[in-house]
């Protein structure tokens, strides 16, 4: 603490910490699931393929070649812009970010810049305290650049490889009004957003790479941020760069919040810098700010000439988003808010739950959102390698009382695991039969001495008298006790009722 | 397919490649040798815009505008010298070596298209293709004693022409007589979706040489200060012929004058400086050393690659977008470059055609440009008609001490056939 009581009084000063408040905004980058490159013919579908057998002379940037824009990947940037209600400028333009690196086919990026596509918008998210609207700064579209392979790690490459398949990728960038307050919203709005993109049918999260953020943070005094002429005082903020999931920016934001808070609390100063998320390790680390600092030298793309898309903006028409789809789930389905929420927060989820949700929405929003989604999230699957088909029967199974509950979440996890293991999966009925979960049948009059649920009463009554005859003190516990264990002996199979019944007829039996 | 077979001797260093034997087919240029310029890609045909840094290039695509050629039948039996990507005005700067001016081999060709010129002044070939940036085409056609015709902006695709100033630079005929030109223009002008500054304007045309009636204006500024006297002489001797087959001629002005070249060095600098970017030795040419860290890699790559003219005009480019100075230099070029745009517009309202000398001097001698400030002063004349984006063709219309003088005439935006008539016109008055 000695080296810093020269500032100690301006450390008791600022010292309380509690009126705070953490500042963000995002740069989102999306890649726009078009079929075909932004400014070439080459086929977007290269993950799979081998490096540079999607290129041609304009995504290679060969001399003499010229880029000519992709109205998909226009429409579908502008779909974006209308559902995060922006406005449309009359006119926007193409511009040339210069810069050089050995991934970057032109020694240039096109891009957008002072005339971006769409501009003023806002997304409404579930904040932390209610509804929140977060404000959208400009959508602009601009292509991938290629992509580096260091054979062996980026530390120990003796040579680095360039794979261009993906140079040319549509791309949007949307960005944010620093109207964020903590990590948890950043993630909630980038949730919100993915949901937004898939329902639009531009963007497809389960592709590898298509999603990166650009995250800029501060912790300011409460106020500061919208108070007139604010640049006195600012703390400095950091610009976290390139984090590539959506988990990735919620600890990366955690991350910097204790750092600077910390920070603060020595009372150091922090400078505004450009830091570099390590996924692998949770935390950010500084790049040297003097090799970030690039001067772009922007200027407008003269290969292309403006667009002027306000009509193609204008004749889109958007489809239900998932602010709607809520909304629907509630009142047709009469989904439970929370199971409304998040069935809709996945657009394949939410088409799931719809082709299963049969004459039982209820049980089935349960079976879908709490328990298919838990399992599915343990095992690191998405619902899209679930036949909707198979679940509902396997729903059916539960609700005619062929299963149990616990029956039919023992078959789902079983499938889920063949389906993981092989990709394809026995029928529920085949591995209800399998795994003998049937539910057993009460066999009543002459055969009752045979019936197993009969016998399992009287084998758990025989062994636990201690629990018996606290039943008979009145402690409901042991009741509850001698239930569980019998459906430990049939091994879930039984139907509650009847082992209720059966119990309670031994028991009394005793009396 | 048929070939022809190509033995003429170079003897003014015109071409950088040339090909024994050039296939040719039918159409409307059929057994033609024609020559194709350094800087236009050819697949399967070395292309290096007459630099180092793209020593064995060879593109695995054709121009759009050499599809055409080939379409049409013609024989492309080599590739012209040029000034290293186009960046000069006298195809000295040239990483093959000057070309020499065949009608006077201790002087330049002019350029930056003088391996063109030479090459059909010379009667190597019949006709070339030249690349017009701020006068590439004109000036050596001046200097050399042929017609050179720059287009229309958007009237010829720009796909596979390796961009200097892309906003400026146009692909165009260069021939003996202005009839070539025309027959040319009709296959290499049209549309192009690979070039989304390319316009559906097709050209078909037969030159006319009537001009009765038709109102040419004269800019002062043409036969201001730094036109050299003789040459403003044997011009207007040459328009003073146009006016005796009828046409009116008034005097006017281009107040935008003033602006032009500095709006023009400001606009082709900054451009070249982005659109050079891709030359690090990454995907073609030389490679770059692999045992260096990138960025010197990078460096070395273009330090030891490009002339001294190109890394100047880099140099100054990249000054000009620069944080700070965008505004002052790049913003403002474009205003004054509106400007000049605006006063061509306003003078179309009265002329059918703008005349004037194509270029303010005669060919200069090799080596006698040292300094180049005076290297740039001399393409003031040519640049005002790229900076508009409007047709200009250059016309042999005399000579000055022995050199060609040429006689240019620009035209409003789409109106080639128009000024291509006049060259006509002029051409079949001289003959008679």
Same mark, same amino acid.
């Given at each position: ?61 060969l ?99 360039? *794979? ?69 005082? *600012? ?5 976290? %760069? ?20 910390? +920070? ?205 005859? *606290? ?18 002996? #049939?091994?879930?199979?039984? %139907? ?16 | ?16 490649p ?9 159409? +409307? ?12 890609s050819t697949r399967g045909l070395p292309t290096t ?5 793209l020593e064995g290039y060879v593109p695995p695509y ?17 590739k ?188 082709? #600098? ?14 073609y040419g ?82 006698? %440009? ?63």
């Amino acid at each position: 603490m000695t080296d810093t009581a020269g500032v100690a009084g301006q450390e008791s000063r600022s010292t309380d910490f509690s009126d705070d408040e953490v500042i963000i905004g995002l740069e989102i980058h999306c890649q726009l699931d078009t079929r075909t490159k932004l400014f070439c013919g080459c086929s977007t579908d290269y993950r799979d393929d081998r490096p540079n057998s999607h290129v041609c002379p304009v995504c290679l940037g060969l001399p003499g070649s010229l880029p000519r824009v992709n109205k998909k990947a226009i429409e579908f940037a502008l779909r974006v812009g209308k559902a995060l209600n922006c406005t449309v400028p009359d006119e926007s333009e193409f511009a040339r970010k210069n810069y050089f690196y050995p991934d970057l086919n032109k020694g240039f990026q096109i891009t957008q810049y002072d005339k971006p596509l769409a501009v003023k918008g806002y997304l409404d998210i579930e904040g932390e305290e209610g509804e929140k609207r977060i404000r959208i700064t400009r959508v602009h579209v601009e292509e991938d650049p290629g992509r580096l392979v260091h054979k062996g790690g980026a530390d120990r490459a003796k040579y680095t490889l360039v *794979d261009y398949n993906r140079a040319g990728i549509p791309l949007i960038e949307i960005v944010t009004e620093p109207d964020l307050r903590s990590p948890k919203e950043a993630r909630r709005f980038l949730n919100k957003l993915r949901a937004t993109l898939e329902y639009l049918g531009v963007f497809d999260s389960e592709k590898e790479g298509s999603l990166r953020v650009d995250a800029n943070i501060s912790i300011q005094p409460k106020g500061w941020f919208g108070r007139e002429g604010r640049g006195k005082g *600012d703390r400095g903020r950091a610009e976290v %760069k390139n984090i590539s999931s959506y988990k990735g920016v919620e600890k990366a934001l955690t991350f910097e919040v204790t750092r600077q808070k910390n +920070a603060l609390r020595r009372g150091q100063r922090l400078e505004t810098e450009t830091r570099h998320f390590v996924e692998t390790r949770g935390i950010t680390t500084s790049s040297r700010s003097k090799e970030m600092e690039q001067d772009y030298r922007y200027f407008p793309e003269p290969d292309l000439l403006p667009l002027r898309v306000c009509d193609l903006a204008a004749g889109i028409v958007l489809p239900e988003l998932p602010d709607a789809r809520r909304a629907r789930f509630l009142s047709e389905y009469g989904c439970s808010p929370i199971h409304a929420r998040t069935l809709t927060g996945d657009l394949r989820l939410a088409e799931f739950y719809e082709q299963v949700a049969g004459s039982d929405p209820i049980p089935a929003a349960t079976w879908v959102a709490d328990t298919l989604l838990g399992e599915l999230n343990y095992r690191d699957m998405t619902v899209s390698r679930v036949s909707p088909v198979w679940f509902r029967d396997l729903i059916l199974l539960v609700k005619e009382g062929s299963v149990t509950d616990k029956g039919g979440v023992e078959v789902l996890r079983s499938l889920l695991d063949q389906l993981r293991e092989s990709g394809s999966c026995e029928t529920p009925d085949q591995c209800v039969r399998r795994l003998g979960l049937k539910v057993l049948e009460r066999t009543g009059g002459a055969g009752e001495e045979q019936d197993p649920v009969t016998k399992a009463s009287r084998e758990a009554v025989a062994e636990h008298p201690q629990a018996v005859a *606290d039943f008979h003190a009145g402690r409901k516990e042991a009741f509850n006790f001698l239930v569980g264990q019998v459906m430990k002996k #049939t091994r879930g199979r039984a %139907k509650p009722a009847d082992v209720n019944q059966i119990l309670l007829g031994i028991l009394g039996e005793e009396d | 397919m048929a070939t022809i077979s190509f033995s003429q001797k170079d003897g003014h260093n015109a071409f950088i490649p040339t090909l024994s034997e050039a296939d040719t087919g039918p159409g +409307a240029l059929s057994g033609i040798p024609l020559a194709g310029q350094d800087n236009i890609s050819t697949r399967g045909l070395p292309t290096t815009c007459g630099s180092r840094i793209l020593e064995g290039y060879v593109p695995p695509y054709d121009a759009h505008v050499v599809t055409l050629l080939k379409k049409a039948g013609a024989a492309i039996v080599g590739k012209t010298n040029m000034d290293e990507f186009g960046m000069g005005t006298t195809t000295e700067n040239s990483a093959f070596g000057p070309t020499k001016n065949p009608a006077d081999p201790s002087r330049v060709p002019g350029g930056s298209s003088g391996g063109s010129a030479a090459a059909v002044a010379s009667g190597m070939v019949r006709m070339a293709l030249g690349t017009d940036t701020g006068g590439s085409i004109r000036c050596p056609a001046a200097f050399c004693g042929i017609v050179g015709h720059k287009p229309t902006y958007g009237r010829v695709s720009r796909y596979g022409l390796i961009a200097y100033a892309n906003s400026l630079e146009q692909i165009g005929p260069m021939a003996r007589s202005v009839s070539d030109i025309s027959l040319l223009m009709e296959v290499l002008s049209g549309y192009d979706p690979r070039d989304s500054t390319s316009i559906n304007c097709p050209y078909s045309h037969i030159p006319d040489p009537e001009i009765r009636g038709l109102k040419i204006g004269v800019p002062e500024e043409y036969f201001g200060e730094g036109v050299d006297a003789k040459v403003a002489s044997v011009v207007w001797d040459g328009i003073t012929l146009l006016e005796r087959k009828g046409a009116e001629v008034i005097t006017c002005r281009i107040p935008s004058m003033v602006y032009a070249l500095a709006a023009y060095y400001v606009t082709c #600098t900054s451009e070249a400086s982005s659109n050079l970017a891709r030359f690090d030795g990454v995907r073609y040419g030389p490679p770059a050393d692999p045992k260096l860290p990138w960025h010197d890699a990078f460096q070395q790559q273009r330090r030891h690659g490009f002339g001294i003219e190109v890394k100047r005009r880099i140099m100054l480019g990249t000054f000009a977008l620069s944080s700070g100075y965008y505004g002052k230099y790049y913003a403002k070029a474009q205003a004054a470059r509106q400007q000049v745009r605006n006063d061509f517009l306003r003078l179309f309202r009265t002329f059918d055609v703008i005349a004037g000398p194509t270029m303010p001097t005669v060919a200069f001698r090799l080596g006698e %440009k040292t300094d180049p400030l005076s290297m740039y002063l001399s393409d003031i004349l040519t640049v005002p008609a790229n900076l508009a984006g409007i047709p200009a063709i250059s016309v042999p219309c005399g000579t000055s001490d022995g050199l060609p003088v040429g006689l240019q005439i620009m035209g409003p935006h789409f109106k080639d056939e128009r000024v291509i008539d006049v060259a006509y016109a002029f051409e079949q008055g001289v003959s008679r």
